[in-house]
């Protein structure tokens, strides 16, 4: 939609351009405290911490790894999931030295101290587009830790570029590690959290990373965003399934997030976990609408907005709460732009409901009386004497 592009994109220049300097890591002021709201029972004085057992698929990315941390430093217990094809065990065992101190609840973590709980932290290894090696990774944590309470899936893959350029392997490999990695973690932990909830009372909880772009659509990511809108409605459409089981889930979705996690390199990848397809001549022009994530996430280059550290000790809080929602949008891009889109939608609907419901907008006009209301009857009848006739219907008629 014209009016989405447009409006998300200004949003963000509006952002960076006039005297709201959030691109700048050192530009806000600093808050002493960093809480879910009090709505949702974060962990606290009146919501007591206990130890959790998570499995963080997709460890290995700075989000996975922010988060793995966090959980560490809260003194969690952790199987941090990487890719077998990119990460091995020993790299994944060497975070463990990466400084942070743990944090309390109401601020986030430092660079103090070292983490050293290895006895919390269990490094694996699979590609959640292979089934079985899934279903391994999630035995092997119940064997270890004897329980799972959270599954976090941060796999992600996407390619930039327009969606006629992009082939059919890129496409369908979108697919597979985006939602198909997705399905196969909840599929395969689903039964384990029923039945637990049939022994104990206790289900499970996922946190699922999403993106802004399974909430709007973003030239030049067309794949991608339709492998994040069919994760939403996978995750959407499942809450009402397995709610009666206390089985809960939230989709996060994180806008534009910077490396700032002390002991790890600052500087991401230029283009992070996307790979760039060239683009054919129709949407090679520098300017050309297919060009625009491109274009984007190279001018914003490191200074995105959004801190890993803080989206992570707000993930942590988010799994220890008594009632998260189903959506999480983390930092003033991801907000900005979703809203956006939510307006424009709106707005579209309010143009085009008379198709639906009449002029009024209120429904077809037959019978539609309010009391008190001295031109109900001359309505009534002219709204019977046009659909008579032909004129004026809408498509209830």
């Known amino acids: 939609m014209p009016c989405t592009i447009a409006n998300t994109t200004s949003s963000f220049i509006a952002m960076s351009g006039s005297g709201r300097t959030t691109l700048s890591p050192t ?30 698929f997709g460890a290995t990315g700075h989000i ?24 091995s065990i020993p790299t994944m065992h060497s975070w463990l030295s990466a400084p942070r101190s743990p944090p309390s609840s109401s601020s986030p973590p430092d660079a103090s101290s070292p983490i050293t709980p290895s006895q919390n932290y269990l490094p694996l290894l699979c590609d959640v587009r292979v089934r079985e090696t899934v279903d391994a990774v999630v035995k092997t944590s119940i064997s270890h830790w004897t329980r799972i309470d959270i599954i976090v899936n941060c796999s992600g893959y996407g390619v930039i570029g327009a969606c006629e350029d992009q082939d059919e392997f ?52 067309g794949p991608f965003c339709a492998t994040k809108y069919a994760v939403e409605g996978l995750i959407e459409s499942m809450l009402y399934e397995v709610d009666a089981f206390n089985i809960k889930a939230t989709l996060v979705e994180p806008g534009h997030v910077r490396r700032d996690e002390p002991g790890t390199s600052t500087t991401l990848p230029t283009f992070g976990h996307f790979s760039i397809t060239p683009a054919s001549e129709p949407y090679a022009a520098a300017t050309a ?7 984007m996430v190279q001018w914003l280059g490191d200074r995105q ?47 085009w409901k008379f198709l639906s419901f009449g002029e009024d907008g209120a429904g077809s006009g037959k019978g539609d009386k309010s009391d008190g209301d001295d031109n109900a009857d001359v309505k009534y009848e002219k709204d019977v004497k046009m659909e008579d006739d032909g004129e004026g219907e809408d498509i209830s008629s």
Do not use: M
């Open 27 to 56: 530009s806000a002021p600093p808050k002493s405290k960093l809480l879910l709201p009090a709505s949702c029972d974060p962990p606290g004085p009146q919501n007591p911490q206990r130890q959790l057992a998570w499995v963080v």
């Open 64 to 87: 996975g790894r922010s988060i793995v941390k966090a959980a560490l430093s809260h003194g969690d217990l952790v199987t941090a999931v990487g890719r077998t094809y990119a990460d």
């Open 170 to 221: 890129e496409i369908r490999n979108q697919f597979e590690t985006n939602f198909w990695g997705t399905l196969n973690i909840i599929q395969l932990t689903l039964p384990y959290f029923r039945e637990r909830f049939i022994q104990t009372g206790e289900g499970g909880r996922y946190l699922i990373l999403s993106s802004t772009g399974g909430a709007l659509g973003v030239p030049g990511l």
């Open 289 to 295: 609408p297919a060009g625009h994530a491109k274009r």
């Open 305 to 351: 907005p959004t801190s890993v550290v803080k989206v992570a000790e707000l993930v942590w809080q988010l799994a220890h709460c008594s009632f998260p929602p189903l959506r999480l949008l983390l930092g003033s891009f991801a907000v900005e732009s979703v809203r956006d889109r939510l307006r424009c939608v709106i707005e579209e609907i309010e143009d």
